[in-house]
Each structure stands twice: as C-alpha cells, then as structure tokens.
C-alpha cells in the first residue's frame, strides 16, 4: 500500500478546486478538427488537471477552453499564459487512465514567453491552419 505524501508542498502554485466543463484540440494532424469535452477537476497559475475521454501523451499539446470568468487567478492567466482564438495552449505532464475510455491528465499551460520554442510552434501550424478554414 502506497503511503500517502507527508513532506512539504513541492508545487509553486496553489491548486484550487474547480470543476467545470471543458472543450479541447488536441493539437495534432488527426485531431485537430474535431473539438472535444471533457471536465475541469483543479487548477492553478501553472497548470490543469482535468478529465478527458482521449488517449494523449506527455508532450502532447492541447487547446483547452473553459470558462475563466469565474476564477480569481484569472488575470495571472490571462497576463501569462499562451491564449489562443480564447483558448489557453497546455502540454501533457502526465497521464492516468481512470475507466477504459476515460483519462486524468495533468498540463502545464504553456507560457507567452515558450510559445516560440521550434518544439512547439509546428504544432500550433495545425491550430492557424484550423482557423483559415473556419474563416472561409
């Protein structure tokens, strides 16, 4: 049996519960037409843990939209993290499968800053790619 951990917080950032629906991309050639939804579980500055009915991987990249009104750490969302078409951009960090067809993951948003990396901007091609099509 697995202890539970006891030492200090090693995460920067709060995580504050919330539970709320959520539409994602995943940003790959296969995927990215299809819009999908799953459900918030917590949040903080940093990062998302959410439920998604989708297999992905670490380093997967995911387009994720849900309502930030509500969350007091909206502004430091929207002053630091990658917002796209009013989407926020996040990368798999971890990946547990719940039920068969049902996955808990774990992303790090991606920051304003990172957004120019040569590893992540081919897959942001599919996103701008996207949007020219629904423009026409």
């Known amino acids: 049996m697995k202890e539970k951990y006891k030492g200090p917080e090693r995460r920067r950032f709060t995580r504050i519960d919330y539970a ?3 539409d994602y991309r995943i940003c790959k050639r296969s995927t990215i037409q299809k819009l999908l939804q799953g459900y918030t579980s917590n949040i903080s500055e940093a ?3 959410c439920q998604i ?3 992905v991987k670490p380093n997967d990249l995911l387009w994720l939209s849900f309502n930030r009104n509500t969350l007091s750490i909206c502004e ?3 002053k630091n993290c990658f917002i796209y078409q009013s ?3 996040g990368k798999v960090v971890w990946v547990k499968k719940k039920t068969k067809d049902k996955y808990n993951v774990g992303l790090r948003f991606i920051t304003r800053q990172e957004k120019n990396l040569t590893n992540i901007y081919p897959k942001f091609y599919f996103l701008e790619k996207l949007r020219e099509k629904q423009e026409k």
């Open 53 to 55: 009915n989708q297999k």
């Open 20 to 22: 709320v629906p959520l």
């Open 47 to 49: 990062g998302i843990m």
């Open 76 to 78: 430091q969302l929207e």
């Open 87 to 89: 989407g926020i951009i």
